[in-house]
């Protein structure tokens, strides 16, 4: 965004004006070229369609560049980041998200160091191959993965973080990454799925929950996927009503995914009794899925249309190191 001198709101920024505001960007040695939406729009407006409008931009030039950034908004980033690594299939190409919290043309904007760093990171090659070969975020001198990433902070340069998982890289006077976290390159061919059921809502738990709030979500017609955001590692209340609302959904073939409330740890499902009744009615354990990455790979698991048991095992799969099932690199308390 930019901020308009006489009103001061913020405005979608001009790529027209790119090299006025950050004349650093001349001095790369490397081609760059820039694309623009012809109505940008504020971040908070994303939805499924820009994201395979996003990925459709990706596939037509994706044998031309050697990595692609991304400027986005910070409100969905997270969303738009996990849907992408989800969405490109095959990618072994940098492709790096990146935004501000302050807009562009302030003199205090963090954009430019945030947008300088990821172009250097998504032009970054030891011989033929990218350093990094995955979706990932780059804010406030720190890369993540993007099916990783939080925004933690809407007041703070530092507003992204991915608590489960460790960094990527991190930047100072030089880039280091974290070659054991980054995903290895895949030989093949990108391929695009661009398939979304947007049938879905989000349940979240909390103390003195009526009937009438959680059966109002649980019985939206067509609802066919659930994210239901838990207590700690997994946990709610013992309610019958509850129970049997979440039972009934399971026999109605919704598919429904435990996702804790909390920004570190995973969801156990039977490490307390308060979540073993989860197990007992076919709720998927979301393990250490952000809700963001959950909410987006379950739009996709809907969209292939396979059995509720298909579907629930496709969902626990590792599609692109969004899990800690796959991954050795936790970081507990």
């Known amino acids: 965004m930019i901020q308009d001198p006489i009103t001061e709101r913020l405005l979608p920024f001009n790529f027209d004006r790119l090299l006025d505001e950050i004349p650093e960007l001349n001095k790369f040695k490397c081609q760059l070229d820039t694309f623009s939406f012809k109505n940008p729009v504020d971040s908070s407006n994303i939805n499924p369609d820009i994201w395979i409008s996003l990925a459709e931009i990706l596939e037509k030039n994706y044998k031309i560049y050697d990595g692609f950034v991304i400027l986005h908004g910070t409100d969905t980033m997270a969303y738009t980041a996990s849907a992408l690594s989800f969405m490109l299939s095959g990618l072994n190409k940098p492709v790096i998200l990146t935004g501000s919290q302050l807009p562009i043309g302030m003199v205090r904007t963090d954009g430019k160091e945030n947008l300088i760093t990821a172009i250097e990171i998504a032009g970054s090659y030891q ?36 608590p489960n998982y460790s960094d990527l ?20 061919e990108l391929k695009v799925n661009n398939k979304f059921n947007q049938n879905v809502a989000i349940l979240k738990t909390f103390p003195g929950m009526q009937p009438s709030y959680y059966e109002s979500i649980i019985n939206i017609k067509g609802l066919k996927g659930l994210i239901i955001e838990t207590f700690g590692s997994g946990n709610a209340p013992d309610d019958q009503k509850f129970d049997k609302a979440v039972k009934k959904a399971s026999a109605n073939g919704i598919l429904m995914v435990n996702i804790t409330q909390c920004i570190q740890g995973f969801v156990e499902q039977g490490r307390y009794q308060t979540s073993e009744k989860f197990n007992t009615y076919g709720v998927v354990s979301g393990l250490d899925l952000t809700t963001e990455a959950a909410m987006v790979k379950l739009m996709m698991v809907l969209a292939m249309d396979g059995s509720l048991d298909k579907m629930k095992e496709v969902f626990l799969e590792d599609w692109a190191g969004e899990l800690t099932l796959s991954s050795p690199y936790y970081k507990p308390e």
Request: hydrophobic content about 40%; overall charge positive; charged content about 20%.
């Open 127 to 162: 011989g033929d191959i990218a350093i990094v070969n995955e979706v990932a975020v780059y804010f406030e001198n720190e890369l993540h993965r993007g099916n990783r990433t939080l925004k933690m902070n809407a007041a703070h340069f530092n507003a992204f973080g991915s």
């Open 169 to 188: 890289a991190k930047s100072g006077i030089y880039i280091h990454y974290n070659h054991h976290a980054l995903l290895p390159f895949k030989k093949g």
